[in-house]
Each structure stands twice: as C-alpha cells, then as structure tokens.
T-cell receptor
C-alpha cells in the first residue's frame, strides 16, 4: 500500500542532542499526525497538525505542516533516554483515493546514548 | 477517561481458521479505524467505520471484514487465516470521521495475532 517517505530510517544520538525527522509525499494531505511507538505497544499521539504552515509544540517536540501540504517535520530538542522508540508520521488524504484514509511513514528508529 | 481498548491482546490461530478482534473506542468517539502492522509492510489502513457504516477500505482482500455497533464498539474479522496474516492489529478512534474536521486519532495497544 501507499506509504509516506520518512527519513531518516534510524538515528543514533547522544543524550542532549537535537533530532530532526521528516516525511514527504507526492499527495496532498489535510492533516499530519506524529506518533511514537514503543516495542509491543500501540502508537501514542505526539502532535497533530491541521493547516499548511502550522507550527505546533508539545514540550520538547516541535512539528510543522509543510506549506505545500505534501510534507511535515518533527524536531526533538535536548533528547533524553526515554525518547528512544520508533516515530511515525501519518497523513490524512485531502482527496482522491487517499481521502479519509490514514497513511503512514516507514518510521524512524531513535536510539539515545546516555 | 479510558483510552482505546482492544481485546484480546495476544492470540494464536491455525491456518484456515477465522479470528474476531474487538475494539472499544474512547467514550464519545464515533469513528473506529483498523490497521495492520507488519515488519515488511509497516502500518497499513484496513477500514474505517463511522456511525455503524464502513466509510473507507484499504487494499486488503475480502477475508478482512468488520462491523460497528450502535455503541461505537467495533469488531474486525479475518476468515481463512493465512500465515501472512500474522501481525499486530491496531484499532484507533476519533471523534469525527476520518478526513472531516480536525481529526485527532488515538490508538489502542493492539492485538498480536500469530497464525501457525
């Protein structure tokens, strides 16, 4: 099935460093969502974005809805060990065959070294 | 307020059998959507139910079906199980139908299905 292009696939960083990941698509989306998933658990919603250009923060996390509506990024500042996990972007299609369907990126595996 | 609840958490089935998974959405949420997560294919949309009606369906065979009850609880059924159906099945709920309004979509912890 269709997936968003999420990069990087994995990151190994030191505690205290900042992290940036992004998702791109050839389709337009009207909602972007970012999730974190721990092993064996369901995805937990981190940030939701609803308008092109929107910039939203949640603690040390900041995400933006790209102005073309085809991309989004997530930044994590001052990473800590509990940030370890898999981060997924997800988009809700604005029209066509992707309307009303949630499409996911492949995930970014984040490892934080203390 | 209680989150999205999925049962059972783990189950093992034999090829050819069928399975039914259950999902209780967050109170007040009327949209329930289902997803399959595998290492090879990632997270993929199965279908969405809103007010007891299937609104959208992903690219899965007809062996995958679902329904929603008047209290918004949903069930998903997979018939004639195949080895490749082994996956984490996730349910999510939202107040509004997907694509309408400002969707905030919350996931349950999932049901781990192993087909042997």
């Amino acid at each position: 099935g269709q997936q968003l292009n999420q990069s990087p696939q994995s990151m190994f960083i030191q505690e205290g460093e900042d992290v940036s990941m992004n998702c791109t698509s050839s389709s337009i989306f009207n909602t972007w969502l970012w999730y974190k998933q721990d092993p064996g658990e369901g995805p937990v919603l981190l940030i939701a974005l609803y308008k092109a250009g929107e910039l939203t923060s949640n603690g040390r996390l900041t995400a933006q809805f790209g102005i073309t509506r085809k991309d989004s990024f997530l930044n994590i500042s001052a990473s800590i060990p509990s940030d370890v996990g898999i981060y997924f972007c997800a988009g809700l299609g604005a029209g066509g065959t992707s309307y009303g369907k949630l499409t996911f990126g492949q995930g970014t595996i984040l490892t934080v070294h203390p | 307020k209680a989150g999205v609840t999925q049962t059972p958490r783990y189950l093992i089935k034999t090829r050819g059998q069928q399975v039914t998974l259950s999902c209780s959405p967050i109170s007040g949420h009327r949209s329930v959507s289902w997803y399959q997560q595998t290492p090879g294919q990632g997270l993929q949309f199965l279908f969405e139910y809103f007010s007891e009606t299937q609104r959208n369906k992903g690219n899965f065979p007809g062996r995958f079906s679902g329904r929603q009850f008047s209290n918004s609880r949903s069930e998903m059924n997979v018939s004639t199980l195949e080895l490749g159906d082994s996956a984490l099945y996730l349910c999510a709920s939202s107040w509004s139908a997907l694509g309408q309004g400002r969707n905030t979509i919350y996931f349950g912890e999932g049901s781990w299905l192993t087909v042997v």
